[in-house]
């Protein structure tokens, strides 16, 4: 479950990654993620996307059974703990939501 200071923290890695790595350089990503399939190069431009879409994502939670196959009820809660709190059976899950930011009315 990711809550806002992960997010926070992922916004400054990307930060980072953008300002400090090469990322076209394949290699470098596949040993920072680990990941030796992996074979997707970054620009700056589409890093900066990124970051804009977290900062302005909104957090929300939810429960799942615990083969996260399904959600206990149609609930998004506003915090974790809310979310917690409607758990059922100990088996339940909390799980984060990102919500894009509502588009401006018209």
Known sequence: MLNQADITLIIAALQFWAEE????DEQCLKIYAEAPEAQQTW????IQQLRSRLKTAHLKYVVSNESRTALQDREVHSTSQEAFETCNNPTDLVGTLLLPEAPPEV
């Open 21 to 24: 790595m090469d990322p076209e």
């Open 43 to 46: 620009m700056p431009a589409e």
